[in-house]
């Protein structure tokens, strides 16, 4: 029999944010039958200090910093990271779900507990060190997502939008899991670091398994996390699904499970896969190329304002990408700050398209933000500020990630990735062009002149992601040295 | 002699999970689809007891055929069965179905050609202590090494419930 | 006392092809004995039962889909309860409380069931407003 059982304290303080993501997440579920309260601010008001209580659970479990449960997570700087970039994500994401919640007469404690049960599925993918555990993670996070896309019930596109992102992203999945049983097969083990170890000759087992077959499972996971980033070829799904998904849960769609995927992506690749690097750098290298310039050239011919913020999503995933392709602690650590970039300034975006879309979402299109500079200087400021980073202005954040990870790139001899790349991001500023364009250089239309107020949550939700976004643009170095310190992922 | 009847009921067991899963993706009528899936199901049921795996053959057989397919099929009568028996199919792309089955076949025949060595295979209950049965093994690492991801499934089922009554009751 | 896998599992073998056997035989049997009456009342499934009206294809109700849910649900909790079962005497404490905080959420999935009505039947009136 085996005697492993058993875990001790920091075992449980590791697992601290997830712990408290679940509590909270079963309370909202439990206490709404039980209160009747419905429109009510509690469980939005609830939820916020869930998340910041787990902020606080992730920064001291930080201080406790090592493996647990016996190497199936990996508390480091990495998975901290993460852990806070996608808890900061759902409370920007719910800050502006009061206003638009309370406008579709839609507040329930289901939105917000399945927002919070995602992002602890989400914190675990970040702090995974075990197949298992990511499998787990991905599904959680993923269930409620496709929940969430779907919860206008009586709305049509966003029926179509949860049955797509579901049929899809189930389908993604199994292909995730085939490679897992690849891995099994051919390691014995389904623990990253274990199975890194056969990977590179040095198991148990005697001699590397044929790289054939690692490379076979290596591409069947790379379908799976691909479609979940929405990285070309597999990104199909994502204009349906931002645009029909409630505009808050599409920001949050085109942030938390991006980052947290991408947290295992960097993870599984840099680590298990890494001995066999050569192997699919080919295919990352053209994967984050079709990404970009798919997103980028599609983007310039929308006219809906969700749909081009999801190509853009896109063409970010290609960005990301090219990072990975790097295969270089460098090319992690300009990941890891590229995304933390492209969260805040995404997310920021989408609060602003929330706060204008009105009632049942009418007002979608990029002509309805014309004159929002006259009417509402603030929100067209703050949203200005998004576009740039998203353009890649220096000063902001998004100029510095896009920086560092094609320093990176050009770190690792990708000449040719590298000038493709720099041509997309000018292609790139074309359209976010033209929405700063549509806003300052346009009379007021219907959707501004309808405009309410700006709510105390919204103004949060627009203003902490720009203070944000330019935080990481003035001060890039506070985050880049602990993204860089913290992208060793071999030990 | 013994070797023999493995054989012949792995062969037996194989024609079922393949039979049933043909007939799965062929019938026109959804029902027959289900049942078609439940001797598939069956036949994967057989390949786990000849594995010596027991309680995944249990688990199989109470999950997959009984609350699996009892959801599949309440799930096709919620549909209008008669109208969508009348609408256009899209399961009619034999080529493609045809191409992407040779590229699989061919990548089982390479593995069989050269890989069977890079795989650990191990004869059905090797590694079981003497005495010990399927279930304790499963139980025993199940509720000690793999603690974590029995508790987290907790979770992942409380995502279904309140995924199912969000998607599918007519007030929330 | 069986030596091996294979004959531990003999005699369910036998059972399956005696029962196969069983089935096969009695319908080729009544096939080829039974006398062949074709009418129209022999048509109506029950000869002396209630005549069926309307079409067995009808739609289902979606709350059907809810109760399904909710049996896979303790379903497979169940089947977590059987390997369980077998450890609980070497783990004990450890065991139970495991136990206990799996089943403790599970509970409140099943709580949050009945008490939002994913249960009743016939949807009483809640003067709630509608999503």
Known sequence: MSASFGFNAADLIRFLPETILTVMGTLLMVLDPILHRRGSHAFGHLSIAALVAAIGGAVYAYTQAGPAFGGMLMVDGFATFFRVLVLVVGILTILPSYRFLARQDAETSEYHALLIFSIAGQCLMAAANDLIIVFIGLEISSIASYVLAGYFRDDKRSNEAALKYFLLGSFATAFFLYGVALIYGATGSVNLTAARAVISGQGPGGPAPAPVFIGVAAALMFVGLGFKVSAAPFQIWAPDVYQGAPTPVAAFLSAGPKAATFAVFLRIFMTMFEPIGSGWEPLVWFSALLSMTIGNFAALMQTNIKRMLAYSSIAHAGYVLVALTARSQVGTAAAMFYLAAYALMNIGAFAAVSHLSGRGERYQNIEDFSGLGQKQPLTAAMLSIFLLSLIGVPLTGGFFGKFYIFKAALESHLVWLTVLGLLNSAVAAYYYLRMLVMMYMHEPGEAVENAEPLSLGLRAALILPALGTLLLGIFPTWVLEFAGKSAALVK | ?172 | MPESYTDLYFPVLVQALVAMGLAAGLLTASFLLGKRVRNRVKDIPYESGITPTGDARQRFSVKFYLVAMLFILFDIEAIFLYPWVVVYRELKMFAFVEMLVFAILILSGFFYMWKKGALDWAEPDRSRRKL
């Not at chain 2, 007891?49 to 009892?70: C, S």
């Not at chain 2, 009348?86 to 069989?112: I, P």
């Not at chain 2, 419930?161 to 007519?170: F, I, L, Q, T």
């Open chain 2, 1 to 172: 002699m013994l070797t023999d009847i493995n054989t012949i009921l792995f062969y037996v067991f194989a024609a079922l999970v393949l039979g049933g899963g043909i007939l799965t993706v062929t019938r026109r009528n959804a029902v027959h689809s289900a049942i078609s899936l439940i001797v598939s199901l069956l036949g994967v049921a057989g390949l786990y007891l000849l594995q010596q795996a027991e309680f995944l053959f249990a688990v199989q057989i109470v999950l997959y055929v009984g609350g699996i397919m009892l959801l599949f099929l309440f799930v096709i009568m919620l549909v209008n069965l008669d109208l969508a028996a009348h609408q256009r199919q899209f399961n009619k792309q034999w080529l493609v179905a045809l191409a992407a089955v040779a590229a699989v076949g061919a990548g089982v025949g390479y593995f069989l050609y050269r890989g069977k060595d890079a795989f650990h295979f191990a004869e059905g209950g090797a590694g079981l202590p003497p005495g010990l049965g399927n279930t304790e093994a499963i139980a025993d690492s199940l509720f000690s090494e793999y603690l974590l991801p029995f508790e987290i499934a907790s979770v992942l089922l409380l995502v279904a419930v309140v995924g199912s009554v969000v998607m599918a009751k007519k007030r929330i």
